[in-house]
């Protein structure tokens, strides 16, 4: 079974662009959408986003939403804490494809280092 890790060099989930992410009012406060959508910046990436190290420049400020731990998966989304693996890989998987491409080398490091869950059916 893989085991889900956030992997280095990464950084996809900090692409923050609302239009790839039409559900944010299902699963956030309405303080949290006020909060996120004050995060987006050039090109949808977070303001927070450090380009060049791929990593986050407030990471032990960063918000619930940013932060996958199975608590937060289930009051976000309902997600058992059974399921929060699977579930945080196909995020991950869905992320990447859409931000840098399903046969990108973030995907190819991603699933080196984590493995791979088909059916891509979740979104973040
Ligand atoms: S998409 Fe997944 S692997 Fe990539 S930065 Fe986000 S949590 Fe980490
Ligand atoms: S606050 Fe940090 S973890 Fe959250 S989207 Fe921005 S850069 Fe990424």
């Given amino acids: 079974m893989e085991i889900w890790q956030c992997v280095e060099g990464c950084g996809a989930c900090c692409h923050l662009d609302p239009s790839d992410r039409p559900d944010l ?3 956030l406060t309405s303080e949290e959408l006020t909060h996120y959508l004050s995060l987006v910046g050039e090109g949808g ?4 986003f450090d380009h060049a190290t791929r ?3 407030i990471y032990q400020q960063r918000p619930r939403f940013c932060r996958v731990i199975p608590e ?3 009051q976000m989304f309902g997600v058992e804490r059974d399921e929060f693996n ?3 890989i196909k995020c991950c998987q869905q992320q990447i ?3 840098y491409g399903k046969n990108s080398p973030e995907m190819e490091h991603f699933n080196q280092q984590v493995g791979t869950v088909e ?3 979740f979104r973040i």
């Fill in 45 to 48: 990436w977070c303001i927070n």
């Fill in 119 to 121: 059916n891509l059916e």
């Fill in 25 to 27: 009012g299902d699963y």
């Fill in 72 to 74: 937060t998966f289930e």
């Fill in 97 to 99: 494809t859409g931000v």
């Fill in 86 to 88: 699977d579930f945080a």
């Fill in 55 to 57: 990593k986050c420049k």
